[in-house]
């Protein structure tokens, strides 16, 4: 079965930095792209980017409104992708999924960026 | 970018009564590899998104047969040929021909 667990989320100040992890297990971790989708309070979904698989050259897209502050990156030995973002500002407020080929989803980990 | 527009936004529906939404992008959703990537998700309250329907009319695992997708192109349509109560919830159509992939801004699905 797979399954998807994301940590790291939390109330932060506008400016500072997160990371959120993505622990995967119930598949070959190292042969699926990792995303990154989030959902602001009450509002519709957004990508956010994904990580392809080193098969496929590990590289990552971003969406524009996080290019340039957010980075994904994958580490398959243990399973885990991760979404690091930085200069957080108020509008990063959301629930950020992990997902895996748009099918399996995580349950969400609610980042709050306020002061 | 490829803008996903949904309609109708809110949709009272009866239970056991057939339900339709529609999903429109700017530009066509065929790939140059020939596949349309045109997904349907529900999400229920509460609840993460689920995916329903891939590549235009394709139910994935476990998905009632009550629920069916059509289109082509540009234009698709979600449809629920008898809405239960479990049904819920918020339905999004999501493109992920180019890059961005975009989502549709919702459909809240209610029963009467």
């Known amino acids: 079965e797979v399954q998807l667990v994301e940590s790291g989320g939390g109330l932060v ?4 930095s997160l990371r959120l992890s993505c622990t995967a297990s119930g598949f070959t971790f190292g042969d699926y792209a990792m995303s990154w989708v989030r959902q602001a309070p009450g509002k ?5 980017g ?3 698989s080193k098969a496929y050259g590990g590289t990552t897209e971003y969406a524009a409104s996080v290019k340039g502050r957010f980075t994904i ?4 030995s243990k399973s885990i992708a991760y979404l690091q973002m930085n200069s957080l500002k108020t509008e990063d407020t959301a629930v950020y999924y992990c997902v895996v080929v748009i099918t399996y ?11 | 970018d490829v803008v996903m527009t949904q309609s109708p936004l809110s949709l009272p529906v009866t239970l056991g ?4 939404i529609s999903c429109r992008s700017s530009q066509s959703l065929v790939h140059s590899d020939g596949n349309t990537y045109l997904n349907w998700f529900q999400q229920r309250p509460g609840q993460s998104p689920r995916r329903l329907i891939y590549k235009v009319s394709n139910r994935d695992s476990g998905v009632p047969d009550r629920f069916s997708g059509s289109g ?3 234009d698709f349509t979600l449809k629920i040929s008898r809405v239960e109560a479990e049904d819920v919830g918020v339905y999004y159509c999501m493109q992920g021909t180019h890059w961005p992939w975009a989502f549709g801004q ?3 699905v209610e029963i009467k």
């Open chain 1, 44 to 48: 519709g979904l957004e990508w956010v």
């Open chain 2, 17 to 20: 009564q057939p339900a339709s």
């Open chain 1, 105 to 115: 989803w995580g349950q969400g980990t609610l980042v709050t960026v306020s002061s």
């Open chain 1, 73 to 76: 990156s994958r580490d398959d």
């Open chain 2, 72 to 74: 082509s192109g540009t």
């Open chain 1, 50 to 52: 994904f990580i392809r």
């Open chain 1, 13 to 16: 100040q506008p400016g500072r």
């Open chain 2, 106 to 108: 919702g459909t809240k």
